[in-house]
């Protein structure tokens, strides 16, 4: 059945450093993929989404790339900033129902 | 923006009891909503999607019997845990569909079964 993995974390960076949480996918056909966050205390908000193949999904300076080559949509931030801590769930669409890799926490240090 | 409120965010029952968590869409309607469960260090599992005016529909693996949904108003979804025990224990959260806003997620609920 269709599955989403992506890295493991915690995932522990200094502020402005380069980001990458790796996401790739198993499933037929092209859903859409998202990536969602979860701050502290806080229910999951959607950060972005692609809906197509070579789409790119961007939003508060993240980015994410639809790539079906690679059944890959990697999460990536040029600078992060301490308030980026949270932790990041990809996710696809299959009808009307998401599935969710496991999650990556972040952790970003002042 | 679109919110949904989930309550409660924190449970403490004792084996064999019951609870009951709401999950309301606060400024739109929702036909579909849907109850996930996450354990320590895995994804987000969907439970159930939970239909207005009709019967929940299951994921496989899912008891119906110990998780009753509930999708009596086009703004409130209940699950309830019926006689919980300490394998219940876990992290729930719901989701309402918002049309083309797609989907709005709760706070979660921290089950504890004592």
């Known amino acids: 059945g269709d599955s989403v993995t992506q890295m493991e974390g915690p995932v522990t960076l200094s502020e402005e450093a380069f980001l990458t949480i790796n996401c790739t996918y198993t499933?037929?056909?092209?859903?859409?993929l998202f990536w969602y966050v979860q701050y502290p205390g806080e229910g999951l908000q959607l950060l972005l989404k692609?809906?197509?193949?070579?789409d790119k999904g961007s939003n508060k300076g993240f980015e994410a790339t639809y790539r079906k080559e690679t059944t890959s949509f990697h999460l990536e931030k040029g600078s992060v900033q301490v308030s980026d801590s949270a932790v990041y769930f990809c996710?696809?669409?299959?009808?009307?129902?998401?599935?969710f890799g496991k999650g990556t926490r972040l952790h970003i240090l002042p | 923006g679109a919110v949904v409120s989930q309550h409660p965010s924190r449970v403490i029952c004792k084996s064999g009891t019951s609870v009951k968590i709401e999950c309301r869409s606060l400024?739109?309607?929702?036909?579909?909503m849907f109850w996930y469960r996450q354990f320590p260090k895995q994804s987000l599992m969907l439970m159930a999607t939970?239909?207005?005016?009709?019967?929940?529909?299951?994921e496989q693996g899912v008891e119906k019997d110990k998780f009753l949904i509930n999708h009596a108003s086009l703004t409130l979804s209940t699950l309830t845990v019926t006689s919980a025990h300490p394998e219940d224990s876990s992290f729930y959260i719901c989701?309402?569909?918002?049309?083309?806003?797609?989907?709005?997620f709760g706070s979660g609920t921290r089950l504890t079964v004592v």
């Open positions: 499933a037929t056909g092209y859903p859409s």
């Open positions: 939970s239909n207005e005016g009709s019967k929940a529909t299951y």
């Open positions: 989701s309402a569909y918002n049309g083309g806003n797609g989907y709005t």
């Open positions: 692609a809906t197509k193949a070579d």
């Open positions: 400024d739109f309607q929702a036909t579909t």
């Open positions: 996710a696809l669409q299959r009808d009307d129902k998401i599935i």
